[in-house]
């Protein structure tokens, strides 16, 4: 059973940083792709941005330059750094991932339970 878990959320003034994680547990024989989202009330999940398993990145417009993905494939563990932190960006922060939990190769994908941000004075 492959569980996903971000942590890191919370409470931030405007300006200010965070550093959310994402764990893949688990039976894991590798992990793929994995991806950052987001999810304001009464707005639609929104993709914040993506790592692949060799390290390149990509984001979305609203968060270029601010935010920042990164992992650790030794721990199965990714990362966003997020700097600059605007009221805007109040959001439940979902992990999402393409898994190996069997040695046959197929990837399965799983989503985290997600993490609040609030990005308030």
């Known amino acids: 059973q492959v569980q996903l878990v971000e942590s890191g959320g919370g409470l931030v003034q405007p300006g200010g940083s965070l550093r959310l994680s994402c764990v893949a547990s688990?039976?894991?024989?590798?992990?793929?792709?994995m991806y950052w989202y987001r999810q304001a009330p009464g707005k639609q999940r929104e993709l914040v941005g993506y790592?692949?398993?060799?390290?390149?990145?990509d984001y979305g417009d609203s968060v270029k330059g601010r935010f920042t993905i990164s992992r650790d494939n030794y721990k199965n563990t990714m990362y966003l750094q997020m700097n600059s932190l605007k009221p805007e960006d109040t959001a439940v922060y979902l992990c999402?991932?393409?898994?190996?939990?069997?040695?046959?190769?197929?990837?399965?994908?799983?989503w985290g339970q997600g993490t609040q941000v609030t990005v308030s004075s």
């Open positions: 688990g039976s894991i024989f590798g992990v793929g792709i």
């Open positions: 790592i692949e398993s060799d390290g390149s990145t």
């Open positions: 999402y991932a393409l898994v190996q939990p069997y040695s046959d190769g197929r990837y399965l994908d799983y």
